[in-house]
């Protein structure tokens, strides 16, 4: 007797119970999606164009950037280092008379080798970061002195406004904008009255704005420095209708920055941990916590440095009801760090 | 037995009445500064609403004019001839009326004086007195030094015609000169039915009886605001259209104080008939500064639902984080469902506002929501706890108690627009009593979660009965002062058409008493800080400035006013009760022209108990009292 072979019998599962599973299994498969989506897609991450590259978002060659930073920063004899071009040999010189204690001299030195590469931003940072200091170190002297009415000298007054308002005559680009609003923002910190951060404000937040809707919508660090300009202005401040901004400022261009990042996969994960830190504080600033818890836990699972940690740490131990108080003062405090500015465009490089 | 023992351990722990043991005893007549006010009288076609319209004006102002280190009090009278009265504090608890020798009476003329503020204008460390009146120029006292004082008014460009309520002095661009900010309750002009043409509306000489307000909720035909600058050159100028100040509500009271410390005074103004307004100072952003008009969620101008009769304002730290809060009187009388109450608005941060602060009204939670019809109160240390208490005045028109106007008043709160415009449509009030038979209120601040760290809402608990107020005036101003500088703050309370009540503080008499601190802030003008574009600087009087005492327990902030709320200034100096003095870190002190200055470990322990004079960019010093002038051990013993 033939046995025929027994076709798999599709009334093994019977129609109802099909029917139940697969419901069960699309149930399954909308709440996993309903999750990614809250825990992504209200993350509220913009949209970057497809033609977006590394140069046009200004993070092309960060790895040589560093090199070059690290050169001119150098304390090592000249003749031990590798050849530097001439203009980088002026800075590197400028920074060491300015460590002799030859301000005056240091800073023509360094203005010399900026005008011979207006672009160059790892150039342009360290003049903003040792007129920064030359600055901070005379103010930190006056209030010893018990001086009321501190006044710079030649060589410190105005600067490096004054120099990157030159340059930026001279070379009209989109990083001179962007070193003469860092410049602004500089004096921000250095000066504590609101009535000097406000105006310094708004002046770096219009060149800023110059920068990204005339040209270059993904220049990251035009971006970045906009937003966190948006951010660590006091919500206490009433602003003028001219200078006024949407409650999101700080979210949607530090929002912008994390999506090109993550896009172009460039950064290190400290940087990325940064933004999204400071993407967080941005959304604390909209009224939206959720997010804003969010991106900190996001911040926290990239980069287990003890800095980005500690600062997580911090947030999550505010109370609802008192976190813009807290997330104000806890800027306070960041931009009170005289001593590693938060202009420091290292932060990008390193 | 054990039910019983149960039920007691397991009961919620009574609040604690840490605080609440305080007595006052009035003594105006003995201490020679009693003043029965006299009440203004308009022209007989408001004969039918004339106890409303004479509802106001008994106002008092509190400060040390003569420099001796004691307040005096100047009080408003608004009948027809009759003077307002300056008393000179001997510091002795005895005062004198010196008001013929200081040339400040102010006689009504042709209009009605309605409240006076204190303030030094031309920063010669001596105060100058600024009297506001309706129908009336409001004049401006020079202080001679000399125990006189000189009416500048005309050539100082401030004698301003109208009908103010409210005003104060400020400084809103911190250039270190004393700005003064006036507010109208009736419109300066109405319309004359002969000619159709807007002519001064003079209540004693009307040309219409058209003058009441449009509606019961949102009136907007008052009188304007003035912003007076000062120019620093003995003249002032008109800033109101520049300044952004033209809106035309029923102001009643103002306030000064910067409320979301960006270091500019904010205003908030307490309008009868419509909704309150909420300025905030662009001066960090904006030069020269204006204010903006804060809009609520629903669109309204203010802070939230503020029931539309504001009648006063005061501005403090009520729950010492370090912002200032604000309460606004209202009217309240649950037997004719007027449920609205005075509203104590919590400052907190909250990003949807401008400013970054909101306001959440816990009048009801707090306990002090119940004020009667309210008028003025003050927030004041009355037991030296730490803690903010509330004095509120209350009581508007006392009548026959058996027959009373509420319904006829509320037969017109539900009428539609314009048809309470006339005074000469509203019934007759007669002898109809209005709410006039109010007990005041006293709120005690209590510590309402005991060991519980984390609450940080204030409760209150009302105490004026057994602290010995116990009068039913219809109250209307009331000042705030330790005019025996016995380290207790005593209230003066100006009654309208009735006698004025002095209240000393006795709480600590025969006790030790919980430690304080009092300062007097001097400003130096000349140490302008050159910020920007500008030059930031104090005034003499410091308004604006704050002292803050920080202690292991966490702070307490004061801020220097120039006269706020309804009809009444406290004295210019900050009192801080501090229970424990060994728990104070430092004391700073924030000046307008933005310098900071702090006193810390025993320096600033040494200062606790004392009186203390802290002029800026010098350390504080303590006030030594001469010897002639230490408050008596033992007082006159009188009834109220």
């Known amino acids: 007797m033939n046995a025929t072979p027994v076709e798999p019998n599709e009334s093994a599962w019977p129609a109802g119970r099909r029917k139940l599973y697969w419901c069960v299994a699309l149930m399954l498969l909308a709440a996993l999606a309903a999750l990614a989506w809250i825990r992504t897609g209200m993350l509220d991450l913009p949209a970057v164009p497809a033609n977006l590259t590394l140069a046009t978002a200004g993070l092309a060659d960060l790895n040589q950037m560093k090199k070059l930073n690290d050169q001119i920063w150098s304390t090592t004899p000249t003749g031990q280092q590798p050849a530097l071009s001439p203009e980088a040999l002026l800075v590197q010189r400028g920074i060491g008379a300015y460590r002799r204690g030859e301000a005056k001299a240091a800073l023509e030195e360094m203005r010399q080798g900026i005008r011979l590469d207006p672009n160059n931003l790892v150039f342009a940072n360290a003049y903003r970061m040792v007129v920064f200091a030359a600055r901070r170190d005379f103010l930190a002297a006056a209030r010893r002195e018990m001086v009321a009415t501190p006044k710079f000298p030649p060589e410190l007054d105005r600067q490096p406004i004054a120099f990157f308002e030159e340059l930026d005559r001279r070379h009209h680009t989109r990083e001179t904008r962007l070193d003469l609003a860092l410049a602004w923002v500089d004096e921000m910190l250095l000066f504590p009255a609101l009535e000097v951060k406000a105006p310094s404000s708004v002046e770096a937040v219009d060149l800023l704005t110059q920068v990204i809707d005339h040209g270059d919508p993904g220049y990251v660090p035009a971006l970045f420095a906009r937003g966190l300009n948006h951010l660590h202005r006091p919500a206490r401040l009433v602003w003028p209708e001219s200078a006024k901004t949407p409650r999101d400022a700080a979210a949607q261009d530090l929002g912008k920055c994390v999506a090109i990042g993550r896009k172009l996969h460039t950064g290190s994960a400290h940087l990325h941990a940064v933004l999204a830190m400071n993407l967080g504080d941005a959304y604390v600033k909209a009224g939206r916590l959720s997010v804003a818890h969010s991106w900190w836990q996001i911040a926290q699972n990239l980069c287990h440095d003890d800095d980005v940690q500690a600062a997580i740490h911090r947030r999550y131990g505010w109370p609802d009801d008192e976190i813009l108080d807290r997330l104000e003062a806890e800027l306070d405090r960041s931009r009170g760090e005289l001593d590693h500015p938060m202009t420091d465009l290292a932060l990008m490089w390193n | 037995m054990f039910v019983a023992a149960g039920f007691l351990w397991l009961a919620p722990r009574p609040e604690m009445d840490i605080g609440c043991d305080v007595h006052f005893e009035e003594r105006a007549a003995v201490s020679g500064c009693l003043n029965v006010h006299s009440k203004v009288v308009l022209e007989a076609a408001f004969t039918n609403i004339m106890p409303w319209l004479s509802s106001v004006g008994a106002a008092v102002a509190v400060a040390d004019y003569d420099n001796d280190g004691y307040p005096d009090i100047y009080v408003i009278n608004s009948g027809r001839g009759d003077h307002n009265r300056l008393f000179h504090n001997?510091?002795?608890?005895?005062?004198?009326?010196?008001?013929?020798?200081?040339?400040?009476?102010?006689?009504?003329?042709?209009?009605?004086?309605?409240?006076?503020?204190?303030?030094?204008?031309?920063?010669?460390?001596?105060?100058?007195?600024?009297?506001?009146?309706?129908?009336?120029?409001?004049?401006?006292?020079?202080?001679?030094?000399?125990?006189?004082?000189?009416?500048?008014?005309?050539?100082?460009?401030?004698?301003?015609?109208?009908?103010?309520?409210?005003?104060?002095?400020?400084?809103?661009?911190?250039?270190?000169?004393?700005?003064?900010?006036?507010?109208?309750?009736?419109?300066?002009?109405?319309?004359?039915?002969?000619?159709?043409?807007?002519?001064?509306?003079?209540?004693?000489?009307?040309?219409?009886?058209?003058?009441?307000?449009?509606?019961?909720?949102?009136?907007?035909?008052?009188?304007?605001?003035?912003?007076?600058?000062?120019?620093?050159?003995?003249?002032?100028?008109?800033?109101?259209?520049?300044?952004?100040?033209?809106?035309?509500?029923?102001?009643?009271?103002?306030?000064?104080?910067?409320?979301?410390?960006?270091?500019?005074?904010?205003?908030?103004?307490?309008?009868?008939?419509?909704?309150?307004?909420?300025?905030?100072?662009?001066?960090?952003?904006?030069?020269?500064?204006?204010?903006?008009?804060?809009?609520?969620?629903?669109?309204?101008?203010?802070?939230?639902?503020?029931?539309?009769?504001?009648?006063?304002?005061?501005?403090?730290?009520?729950?010492?984080?370090?912002?200032?809060?604000?309460?606004?009187?209202?009217?309240?009388?649950?037997?004719?469902?007027?449920?609205?109450?005075?509203m104590l608005w919590l400052n907190c941060a909250d990003p949807t506002f401008p400013g970054g602060r909101g306001f959440r009204n816990i009048a009801k939670a707090s306990g002090t929501m119940d004020g009667g019809w309210g008028w003025g109160c003050k927030f004041a240390d009355f037991n030296n706890d730490g803690l903010l208490d509330i004095i509120a005045l209350n009581g508007f028109v006392t009548g026959d108690p058996n027959r009373n106007y509420w319904y006829q008043i509320q037969e017109m709160v539900t009428q539609t627009k314009n048809q309470t415009v006339n005074a000469a449509d509203w019934p007759v009030m007669g002898d109809r009593d209005l709410s006039g038979h109010d007990h005041k209120r006293l709120f005690m601040q209590i510590h309402s979660r005991p060991g519980d760290p984390a609450s940080k809402e204030p409760r209150f608990r009302e105490m004026a009965q057994p602290a010995g107020i116990t009068e039913t005036y219809n109250g209307r101003g009331v000042a705030v002062a330790d005019f025996n500088l016995d380290g207790a703050l005593d209230m003066y309370v100006a009654n309208q058409g009735a006698p004025s009540c002095y209240y000393v503080n006795t709480s600590f008499q025969g006790k030790k008493p919980p430690g304080f601190l009092r300062v007097l802030l001097v400003g130096r003008p000349e140490l302008g800080i050159k910020v920007g574009d500008r030059v930031l600087a104090s005034t003499v009087n410091a308004v604006g400035a704050r002292v803050t005492v920080h202690t292991k327990n966490g702070i307490q902030m004061r801020e220097v006013q120039g006269g706020m709320g309804f009809a009444s200034q406290s004295e210019y100096a900050v009192h801080f009760g501090i229970p424990d003095a060994s728990a104070v870190e430092r004391i700073t002190a924030q000046w307008p022209s933005g310098r900071v200055q702090e006193i810390e470990g025993n320096q600033a322990r040494a200062l606790i108990n004392h009186h203390v004079r802290w002029v800026e960019g010098k350390k504080p010093e303590v006030l030594d009292l001469p010897a002639s002038k230490q408050p008596r051990a033992a007082r006159p013993e009188t009834k109220p």
């Open chain 2, 90 to 342: 001997h510091g002795d608890g005895t005062f004198e009326d010196v008001t013929e020798r200081a040339g400040v009476g102010c006689t009504n003329f042709t209009g009605g004086c309605m409240h006076a503020i204190w303030g030094d204008v031309n920063n010669d460390g001596l105060l100058d007195l600024y009297v506001v009146k309706w129908g009336e120029s409001n004049t401006l006292y020079l202080n001679q030094g000399d125990g006189t004082f000189k009416d500048v008014s005309h050539a100082a460009g401030v004698d301003h015609w109208g009908y103010a309520n409210a005003a104060t002095f400020l400084d809103y661009d911190r250039d270190g000169h004393l700005d003064i900010l006036l507010c109208d309750y009736f419109a300066e002009e109405v319309k004359d039915p002969h000619t159709g043409k807007m002519v001064r509306n003079d209540l004693w000489h009307p040309v219409s009886t058209r003058v009441m307000h449009e509606t019961f909720t949102d009136a907007r035909n008052g009188g304007h605001k003035i912003l007076y600058r000062n120019r620093g050159d003995g003249t002032f100028e008109d800033v109101t259209e520049k300044a952004g100040l033209n809106s035309g509500p029923w102001t009643l009271a103002v306030g000064a104080g910067d409320l979301n410390n960006d270091g500019w005074p904010d205003l908030y103004v307490a309008n009868d008939f419509g909704p309150d307004e909420l300025y905030l100072n662009t001066g960090a952003t904006e030069n020269p500064p204006r204010f903006r008009l804060v809009i609520d969620p629903r669109g309204h101008p203010g802070i939230g639902n503020d029931w539309w009769k504001g009648m006063n304002v005061d501005m403090a730290d009520v729950n010492n984080d370090g912002y200032l809060d604000i309460y606004v009187s209202n009217v309240f009388e649950r037997r004719y469902k007027t449920d609205e109450g005075n």
